[in-house]
Structure formats: structure tokens, C-alpha cells
């Protein structure tokens, strides 16, 4: 079983900012997350040139939530996973900030690791 943290930042955007349908969903895909090791990639996929991956909430919009794996590079090995931040997915351009905004999270967690 996974463990699975959740930032402040990211909380605050599902649960307040984003709809009921959405926060259903992220609620389903956190079970996911939890009890499944191996996960598809219409649900969680590497963020290329990153080391993120995203969770993809396909619900009304195109959300994802930015996550970095603790103990593991690769996403089905890791039994730690923190959920950094949220965004609504426009355009790849969106990517960039997102991934920006994570880096800082990194940060403010104290999570920055020589994977960096």
C-alpha cells in the first residue's frame, strides 16, 4: 500500500477551488494511488525533462495535480508520493509554471533530494 501526502497548496485546490465532480474523482484516484501499485497511464504519467509525474483528472476540465516521488524514481516502485500542486491544463505552456510552482514546494517541504 502507498502512502500518499498531500501539500496544503494542493488541498486548497481541490477542495476549494475545484467542483464537486472533480474532488468525487480525485477522491476515486486517490484509492487508486493507494491500493495499486502498477497505475495506467490514462491516470498517472512522467512529466518529460521533469522529475514529476502527473495525475490526471479527467472531469468537466483537464486538471492535474503535479506528484514527486519520495522513495522511488520510478512512480510504480514508490511506496511514498506527495501530492505537490494543482492546475488546469490549457496548453503544454501550463506545464512550465506548474513545474515551477512544484520546484518551490520542493523547497518549502524540504524535499529537495540529490534527484534534483
Given at each position: 500500500m502507498r502512502e500518499i501526502y498531500l501539500s496544503e497548496e494542493c488541498e486548497k485546490y481541490i477542495l476549494?477551488?475545484?467542483?464537486?465532480?472533480?474532488?468525487?474523482k480525485f477522491k476515486y484516484l486517490l484509492e487508486v494511488l493507494e491500493e495499486h501499485n502498477i497505475i495506467h497511464s490514462s491516470f498517472v504519467e512522467k512529466l518529460t525533462n521533469t522529475k514529476y509525474y502527473e495525475l490526471k483528472i479527467k472531469a468537466e476540465n483537464q486538471i492535474r495535480i503535479i506528484i514527486f516521488t519520495i522513495d522511488s524514481e520510478n512512480f510504480n516502485e514508490a511506496n511514498q508520493i506527495i501530492l505537490l500542486n494543482g492546475f488546469l491544463k490549457?496548453?503544454?505552456k501550463d506545464y512550465k509554471k506548474a513545474v515551477k510552482i512544484a520546484n518551490q514546494l520542493m523547497i518549502k517541504y524540504e524535499l529537495w533530494t540529490s534527484r534534483n
Open positions: 476549494e477551488e475545484s467542483s464537486e465532480r472533480v474532488q468525487n490549457r496548453t503544454n
